[in-house]
């Protein structure tokens, strides 16, 4: 059981590339998020879906893409990487919540991106 | 604004005694609360949760109170030990109809060491 799994687990870009962060989940999860992790800033949502097809922005979404044409796979699209960029990005995963069920988000182990 | 308010970036306990984690926020609307751990180079790690219904939730060494009067919450590890040494993250979301179903907020976290 892979859980979320997320490549690379390291990147270093140049101010202006792009490039994706690949997540994917076998949990069959319907919810799915990025976040990214700054010292002494916490875990900001980036963006996230509530199923295929269906994508919205969370606290932090400028300068990414996210897309999400099945289940699985959630991958967050930087379009030209800029130094404020660099910070560790997590991908999350958890069932739909609804009611009063206990519905914990499942994290993968990050992706450290640089951007010189 | 942050939503989610840790406001002791690191604790320090001696091994077999209590660790007392405190976490604010400020959105009436959250329902769902959540203690997730972080280790050095790994992803957040769901811990421990509560619903507004509930003022005490307990598993193991971990215990989370809620007072929702005061918008607080805590989360108690008794005893501590070593391997307790990580960040800790308050997260916060609502689960009621017609909100952002499954949206975490997350406080910024507290260095717990633990040591013996």
């Known amino acids: 059981n892979a859980g979320v799994t997320q490549t690379p687990k390291f990147q270093v870009l140049k101010t202006g590339q792009s490039m994706t962060l690949q997540c994917a989940q076998d949990m069959n999860h319907e919810y799915m998020s990025w976040y990214r992790q700054d010292p002494g800033m916490g875990l900001r949502l980036i963006h996230y879906s509530v199923g295929a097809g269906i994508t919205d922005q969370g606290e932090v979404p400028n300068g990414y893409n996210v897309s999400r044409s099945t289940t699985e796979d959630f991958p967050l699209r930087l379009l030209s990487a800029a130094p404020s960029q660099t910070s560790v990005y997590f991908c999350?995963?958890?069932?739909?919540?609804?009611?009063?069920?206990?519905?914990?988000?499942?994290f993968g182990d990050g992706t450290r991106l640089s951007i010189l | 604004d942050q939503q989610v308010k840790q406001n002791s970036p690191s604790l320090s306990v001696q091994e077999g005694r209590i660790s007392i984690l405190n976490c604010d926020y400020t959105n009436s609307m959250f329902d769902y609360f959540l203690w997730y751990k972080k280790y050095p180079a790994e992803g957040p790690t769901f811990l421990i949760s509560i619903s507004s219904i509930k003022d005490k939730n307990e598993d193991g060494r971990f215990t989370v109170f809620l007072n929702k009067s005061a918008k607080h919450l805590s989360l108690h590890i008794v005893p501590s030990q070593p391997g307790d040494s990580a960040v800790y993250f308050c997260?916060?979301?609502?689960?009621?109809?017609?909100?952002?179903?499954?949206?975490?907020?997350f406080g910024r976290g507290t260095q717990l060491t633990v040591w013996p």
């Open positions: 999350a995963s958890s069932h739909r919540q609804g009611g009063l069920g206990n519905q914990p988000q499942h």
């Open positions: 997260a916060a979301s609502s689960i009621r109809r017609g909100s952002t179903l499954g949206r975490l907020y």
